[in-house]
């Protein structure tokens, strides 16, 4: 029975995650398997590898086949390597010794790089979220001063509607107060005007009077 190592997938709709299983190859993706072995998620940054790494070994020495992805997995966990290792052991071209040696130093070399791959994208990751704290902080200052423009502007403009109003107003008050001195005149009545037009007459007689003995006296 041809036997493959490969992706078996879980987890909701555009959030995926994997399972590394063993299953027979002609078996569909998401059905049964023979064993699982591991775990994989690409959506973590890094992604995220749980792998059983002595029965992923054990799989790949009776034959089992990975396929492409799980194949890199594999070497990026060291399966690979440890197996092309134990196959020199196998044909006495290296002892066991060497061979652990050598897995040993591939291993803390690999460490130390996935480390120094870590603080880069750590790095990366905190210089991003700067970079777009300070835009988002530039963004905030000018809308502050626009906002502070445009409040100045409407200040500008309601003091001076104040103004207009104060003014509109003190014309009003002094039309008021001038219509108040009119209404508080009193009228003449018509007796009195008659009174003071016959006043006026007596004054014309009594001069006309004067005028004329004058004119006799001269005679």
């Known amino acids: 029975m041809p036997v493959k190592i490969r992706l078996t997938r879980r987890g909701r709709k555009k959030q995926p995650f994997y399972h590394i299983v063993v299953a027979d190859s002609r078996a569909p993706r998401d059905g049964k398997y023979i064993e699982k072995i591991g775990m994989y998620d690409p959506t973590t940054k890094p992604a995220t590898i749980d792998l059983n790494f002595d029965k992923a070994l054990d799989w790949v020495q009776k034959g089992a086949q990975p396929t492409d992805t799980c194949r890199a997995i594999l070497s990026y966990k060291g399966?690979?390597?440890?197996?092309h290792l134990q196959e020199g052991v196998r044909k006495n071209a290296l002892t066991q010794e060497d061979a652990d040696r050598k897995f040993n130093e591939w291993?803390?070399?690999?460490?130390?790089?996935i480390k120094s791959e870590k603080e880069a994208e750590l790095n990366k990751l905190q210089k991003d979220e700067q970079q777009r704290l300070e835009a988002e902080k530039k963004i905030n200052e000018e809308r502050a001063q626009e906002l502070a423009r445009k409040n100045a502007k409407e200040a500008e403009k309601e003091k001076e509607q104040e103004e207009k109003s104060q003014e509109e107003a003190a014309g009003e008050q002094e039309a008021t107060e001038a219509q108040a001195e009119e209404?508080?005149?009193?009228?003449?009545?018509?007796?009195?005007?008659?009174?003071?037009?016959r006043e006026e007459e007596k004054k014309e007689e009594s001069n006309e009077e004067q005028e004329s003995s004058e004119d006799k006296k001269e005679e």
């Open 79 to 83: 399966v690979m390597m440890k197996k």
């Open 107 to 113: 291993l803390t070399s690999k460490e130390e790089k």
């Open 183 to 197: 209404a508080q005149q009193p009228e003449e009545q018509p007796e009195a005007k008659e009174e003071s037009a």
